[in-house]
């Protein structure tokens, strides 16, 4: 991919709106805006920042009145010269604005160029141009306020400082391999793996991070689960607002999965109502009933809806089904019946004709998704979390060259041997910011990236 030419995209989302900004940035940046704004003054020597107001046009067609910002390398977002149109919000005249750009020298840029551009000229490591995309596509607060503490390089200090550690531990063993003559006694070995284990700790530390940032970043799945007419759609609407799911008393009327995501404690939760477990009667309920344990099986948790005024033998497969899951007991239609016995999971009462309980079982639900995160609360905000695979993966590997190299210490081989087990870890962490990464990982990356980002 070149990145010594003009770039230019619409910025904001496809539609109508109040304004729309077309972004273009490369060499030639301010020169493209040149032949498509006039103003009081050429964008190519306006001062850096400022805001002006004139007209945008298509060689001799006037397109719109907008405004124009210039921004100079390496002051900008990317780094590069960069000029921003800011037009009426018209999906006619956007388009129409940037066709006059790309006919002015520019090319359409791809999913993620201006951010990708960003991260190699230097204006960001890796794990705060993932952040971008995070904070872009951030369904609830949380996910919003972990994207931007990443954004703002907590995770990368984080991973820097160990990575400096290893650097540093493994120039310390190349003197001792260096000179051998200088024996390292058993009090320096004794602190080296001292100092090694802290490091496995640390890296142990941000692994187990990473369930929680997952879970953070891309939401978590609930399982409504139960059997007919125990109050599962009605609970939905309940947890919703809304009328939701189709309600009747009529048994096996829920079919299809029916989805909605809501935030609980700023965590995007989907909940999923799904069809009430029983022998079918008819195959489309049949084929809803797979559904339903087949979404189970995917969910992060579940909410198993029990009928207080009626349990029955059928409520104990579906405790079974959820056993070996997460999940939490919800007795409901409390209103009409209090259920005196007792489970093996957290239990709460509902009434979901009268609300009362549904306060409680938020309440036990955030506990649930606290245990299963591994780490720190999920509401702890200002938490350092790894929020993706990639990290997680990398992090894991820099942690198992870790362990290798303590091995090779208590095993008694030469100090060049931990070394090359230190260097790989270290390189494992340079993946994570982008020190040492492929550039096919990085096209992955960027590629997921909307146009204009």
């Given amino acids: 991919m070149r990145i010594d030419d ?34 009081k003054t050429k964008p190519s020597s306006a001062p850096a920042y400022f805001l002006q107001y004139g ?14 910002v210039s921004m100079y390398a390496p002051h900008s977002f990317t780094g590069e010269n960069v000029a921003e149109l800011h037009t009426h919000g018209g999906i006619r005249v956007t388009e129409s604005v940037l066709d006059a750009v790309l006919d002015a020298g520019a090319r359409i840029a791809l999913p993620g160029e201006f951010t990708r551009r ?47 550690g290893i650097i540093d531990l493994t120039a310390r063993l190349s ?40 879970m953070i970043r891309e939401g978590v799945r609930c399982a409504i689960v139960g059997r007919p007419n125990t109050g599962k759609s009605s609970l939905l609407n309940a947890i919703v607002g809304s009328y939701r799911a189709i309600v009747t008393s009529a048994a096996g009327t829920t079919r299809d999965i029916v989805e909605e995501v809501v935030s609980m404690g700023g ?52 405790l079974n089904l959820a056993k070996d899951k997460p999940h939490i007991v919800v007795l409901n239609k409390t209103d009409l019946m209090q259920y005196e016995g007792q ?5 709460v009462r509902i009434s979901t004709l009268t609300g009362e309980g549904l306060d409680e079982m938020e309440k036990e639900i955030l506990s649930l998704l606290d245990s299963i995160s591994e780490g720190d609360s999920l509401r702890r905000a200002d938490a350092v979390r790894l929020t993706n695979t990639r990290q997680r993966d990398a992090a894991q590997k820099a942690k198992e060259s870790v362990s290798m190299a303590l091995s090779t ?28 990464v492929s550039d096919e990982v990085i096209g992955r990356i960027f590629e997921k990236f909307c146009l204009g980002k």
């Fill in 343 to 347: 489970f093996d999971a957290p239990t």
């Fill in 409 to 436: 210490i208590e095993d008694g081989f030469p100090p060049d041997l931990v070394a090359v087990d230190l260097e790989n870890a270290a390189a494992h962490l340079g993946e994570i910011v982008g020190l040492s």
């Fill in 175 to 214: 003197v001792a391999a260096d000179y051998p003559e200088e024996d390292i006694d058993y009090i320096t070995l004794a602190r080296f793996t001292e100092e090694l284990s802290q490091i496995k700790n640390a890296l142990q530390s941000l692994v187990s991070s990473a369930r929680g940032g997952q």
């Fill in 118 to 164: 960003a991260f190699i000229n230097g204006k960001m490591d890796l794990t705060e141009a993932e952040a971008v995309g995070d904070l872009i596509h951030a369904e609830g607060d949380l996910a919003a306020k972990a994207a931007v503490n990443q954004l703002k390089g907590r995770l990368s200090e984080k991973i820097n400082a160990i990575r400096d």
């Fill in 267 to 318: 965590i995007a939760v989907k909940f999923g109502d799904t069809a009430g477990i029983r022998e079918g009667e008819g195959e489309a309920e049949k084929v809803g009933i797979e559904m339903a344990r087949s979404y189970v099986e995917d969910a992060d948790f579940c909410l198993v809806v029990l009928d207080s005024a009626r349990i029955e033998a059928e409520d104990e497969e579906i």
């Fill in 6 to 39: 003009t770039i230019a995209a619409i910025a904001t989302p496809k539609g109508t709106g109040g304004v729309a900004v077309i972004r273009i940035s490369g060499p030639d940046a301010l020169l493209v805006a040149d032949k498509v704004f006039k103003g």
């Fill in 55 to 68: 007209q945008i046009h298509h060689g001799n067609v006037p397109l719109d009145m907008g405004m124009c």
